[in-house]
């Protein structure tokens, strides 16, 4: 039931609930605490009357003290050193008449005609060596007001009778703690003692304990709504806004929601803000890109099936075998181009899962490019006559960050894209250099027709337009896979044309690792 509860909750009232529970918890078990503490004080301060009481009970049996004013006065005199720390001790006869007061050692005239008061009665009933506290009114009349001689004269018909009795007192601001037993000769109760004593040390250790106890709630009730105001408006009003701003996404809301103020914060959700933002716009990104690659590619796909259906059509109602030579040839050459287009796409898509789980790392670039450069000259130096030359600076590394595999990918569609532009038996050159601030410099150099545009960065485009003839014998996205390649690794790449000879000349600059 709890954790239902708490799963519909907001943070900030998870937040306050628990605090609530725990702070209820924290106070009840503070409210029995406080309950349970001054009965345990006043069980330690009535131990030493109980031992005095037994002491002094003990001296008027042996001395055979009778209960008489004369008799217990001597006595009083004698011992008056046992009760000089305690405040009063009286004593009665049996039939509950005052016959000695410590009171009147000091010549004070008082007698006990004066009532001693008391609101509230706490019992102590000593029973197996346990002591249990307990609460009790003893009204007189209509006056809920209880004199020592009453409380003697309901101890005497109690079942607390023979048993030490211990109650409080509080008025005038005092507390008192007094304890009485009477006083057993032969077996027969000749009469009582009482032990009145000021215990405001009591009163005062519990009110201390209730007031530091109310202070702490209080400060910790005050630092809960601060850090509560604080938790609501620094961080889950921001995270509020954060899941308002992708629910917009989500439901393509053309009410936007501004991140910015959230996104210059040091900490851990200004991160999170730009970090999220910064998805957002690479997945918008990603959709426009694969929106427009999808309609590129229908326009691409659209032209060889054009041409297949026109001379698919012809193919069936000429009869002349040169002509139906030429549109075979017409027909294999727009199949092969529909499946380049489908291949490539297809292997797009799939580079881009696999870029985002491979990890970079450092590595000499020079043995990878002369691994591809070796492949090649394996395959067109005896197919096409075609040399392709690995030249390096004379530096003894080459170290670059990136991904081996797409730097093989990389050569390998440059040099796929120079050869497929070079007559047989002409020579390609891959150069491999380090500029003054030690970035890796890859030059690929051929000898075929060069560049007609001004503009070369168009090369890289996807499905480019302005192609040459051959241009026919390539999907058109190589060039444009390389491009993401070579930004994926930080770089830049640049066409040309060569200056001292014909041909064209792609660079790559790789960043300083």
Same mark, same amino acid.
């Given at each position: 039931?709890?954790?239902?509860?708490?799963?519909?909750?907001?943070?900030?009232?998870?937040?306050?609930?628990?605090?609530?529970?725990?702070?209820?918890?924290?106070?009840?078990?503070?409210?029995?605490?406080? +309950?349970?503490? =001054?009965?345990? @004080?006043?069980? +330690?301060?009535?131990?030493?009357? /109980?031992?005095?009481?037994?002491?002094?009970?003990?001296?008027?049996?042996? @001395?055979?003290?009778?209960?008489? &004013? &004369?008799?217990?006065?001597?006595?009083?005199?004698?011992?008056?050193?046992?009760?000089?720390? @305690?405040?009063?001790?009286?004593?009665?006869?049996?039939?509950?008449?005052?016959?000695?007061?410590?009171?009147?050692?000091?010549?004070?005239?008082? #007698?006990?005609?004066?009532?001693?008061?008391?609101?509230?009665?706490?019992?102590?009933?000593?029973?197996?060596? +346990?002591?249990?506290?307990?609460?009790?009114?003893?009204?007189? *009349?209509?006056?809920?007001?209880?004199?020592?001689?009453?409380?003697?004269?309901?101890?005497?018909?109690? !079942?607390?009778?023979?048993?030490?009795?211990?109650?409080?007192?509080?008025?005038?601001?005092?507390?008192?703690?007094?304890?009485?037993?009477?006083?057993?000769?032969?077996?027969?109760?000749?009469?009582?003692?009482?032990?009145?004593?000021? %215990?405001?040390?009591?009163?005062?250790?519990?009110?201390?304990? !209730?007031?530091?106890?109310?202070?702490?709630?209080?400060?910790?009730?005050?630092?809960?709504?601060?850090?509560?105001?604080?938790?609501?408006?620094?961080?889950?009003?921001?995270?509020?806004?954060?899941?308002?701003?992708?629910?917009?996404?989500?439901?393509?809301?053309?009410?936007?929601?501004?991140?910015?103020?959230?996104?210059?914060?040091?900490?851990?959700?200004?991160?999170?803000? #730009?970090?999220?933002?910064?998805?957002?716009?690479?997945?918008?990104?990603?959709?426009?890109?694969?929106?427009?690659?999808?309609?590129?590619?229908?326009?691409?796909?659209?032209?060889?099936?054009?041409?297949?259906?026109? %001379?698919?059509?012809?193919?069936?109602?000429?009869?002349?075998?040169?002509?139906?030579?030429?549109?075979?040839?017409?027909?294999?050459?727009?199949? =092969?181009?529909?499946?380049?287009?489908?291949?490539?796409?297809?292997?797009?898509?799939?580079?881009?899962?696999?870029?985002?789980?491979?990890?970079?790392?450092?590595?000499?670039?020079?043995? /990878?490019? =002369?691994?591809?450069?070796?492949?090649?000259?394996?395959?067109?130096?005896?197919?096409?006559?075609?040399?392709?030359?690995?030249?390096?600076?004379?530096?003894?590394?080459?170290?670059? #960050?990136?991904?081996?595999?797409?730097?093989?990918?990389?050569?390998?569609?440059?040099?796929?894209?120079?050869? #497929?532009?070079?007559?047989?038996?002409?020579?390609?050159?891959?150069?491999?250099? !380090?500029?003054?601030?030690?970035?890796?410099?890859?030059?690929?150099?051929?000898?075929?027709?060069?560049?007609?545009?001004?503009?070369?960065?168009?090369?890289?485009?996807?499905?480019?337009?302005?192609?040459?003839?051959?241009? *026919?014998?390539?999907? *058109?996205? *190589?060039?444009?896979?390389?491009?993401?390649?070579?930004?994926?690794?930080?770089?830049?790449?640049?066409?040309?044309?060569?200056?001292?000879?014909?041909? %064209?000349?792609?660079?790559?600059?790789?960043?300083?690792?």
């Amino acid at each position: 039931m709890f954790n239902f509860l708490l799963k519909n909750l907001s943070i900030l009232k998870k937040f306050l609930l628990i605090n609530f529970i725990f702070f209820t918890i924290i106070g009840l078990l503070t409210f029995f605490y406080l +309950k349970n503490i =001054q009965p345990n @004080l006043i069980k +330690k301060k009535s131990s030493i009357h /109980i031992q005095i009481i037994n002491n002094t009970i003990e001296n008027l049996n042996i @001395l055979n003290i009778e209960f008489n &004013e &004369e008799d217990i006065r001597r006595f009083l005199f004698s011992t008056r050193f046992i009760f000089q720390n @305690l405040d009063r001790v009286i004593f009665f006869n049996k039939n509950l008449e005052l016959v000695g007061d410590t009171d009147t050692l000091d010549l004070d005239p008082r #007698s006990f005609s004066s009532r001693l008061d008391i609101i509230e009665l706490e019992i102590l009933n000593d029973e197996k060596n +346990k002591n249990i506290i307990e609460k009790r009114n003893i009204n007189i *009349g209509n006056e809920n007001l209880v004199s020592l001689k009453d409380i003697l004269f309901n101890y005497a018909g109690s !079942k607390n009778f023979g048993k030490h009795f211990t109650f409080t007192q509080e008025a005038f601001n005092r507390f008192k703690l007094t304890t009485i037993k009477n006083v057993f000769r032969d077996d027969k109760n000749i009469g009582y003692i009482a032990i009145t004593q000021n %215990a405001n040390d009591v009163k005062a250790a519990i009110d201390e304990r !209730k007031t530091f106890i109310i202070r702490t709630a209080f400060a910790v009730g005050i630092v809960i709504l601060i850090f509560s105001f604080v938790l609501n408006r620094y961080f889950l009003k921001p995270i509020q806004n954060l899941v308002s701003y992708t629910n917009q996404i989500k439901n393509k809301d053309n009410k936007k929601i501004n991140i910015d103020k959230l996104k210059v914060r040091n900490d851990e959700l200004g991160l999170l803000s #730009s970090s999220l933002d910064d998805m957002t716009l690479e997945l918008q990104k990603r959709i426009s890109n694969a929106e427009n690659f999808s309609t590129d590619l229908v326009h691409e796909i659209r032209n060889p099936l054009a041409s297949l259906k026109s %001379a698919s059509e012809i193919l069936h109602d000429t009869k002349d075998s040169s002509q139906r030579y030429k549109l075979v040839n017409i027909l294999s050459h727009d199949v =092969q181009r529909i499946e380049r287009l489908i291949t490539d796409y297809s292997q797009m898509l799939k580079d881009e899962v696999a870029l985002s789980k491979e990890k970079f790392k450092k590595f000499d670039i020079f043995p /990878i490019v =002369q691994s591809v450069v070796d492949d090649y000259n394996n395959i067109y130096k005896v197919k096409r006559g075609i040399n392709i030359s690995c030249i390096n600076d004379g530096n003894k590394n080459y170290i670059i #960050s990136g991904i081996e595999n797409r730097i093989e990918q990389i050569i390998a569609n440059l040099l796929d894209n120079a050869i #497929s532009f070079s007559e047989d038996n002409k020579n390609i050159e891959v150069k491999i250099s !380090k500029d003054k601030t030690n970035q890796v410099k890859l030059n690929i150099l051929d000898e075929g027709e060069g560049f007609k545009e001004k503009d070369t960065s168009k090369i890289f485009k996807r499905f480019y337009s302005n192609r040459p003839d051959k241009f *026919g014998q390539h999907s *058109g996205l *190589g060039l444009n896979i390389v491009k993401n390649l070579v930004d994926l690794h930080k770089g830049s790449i640049n066409a040309s044309n060569r200056h001292q000879k014909k041909g %064209a000349n792609i660079e790559i600059i790789f960043p300083k690792s």
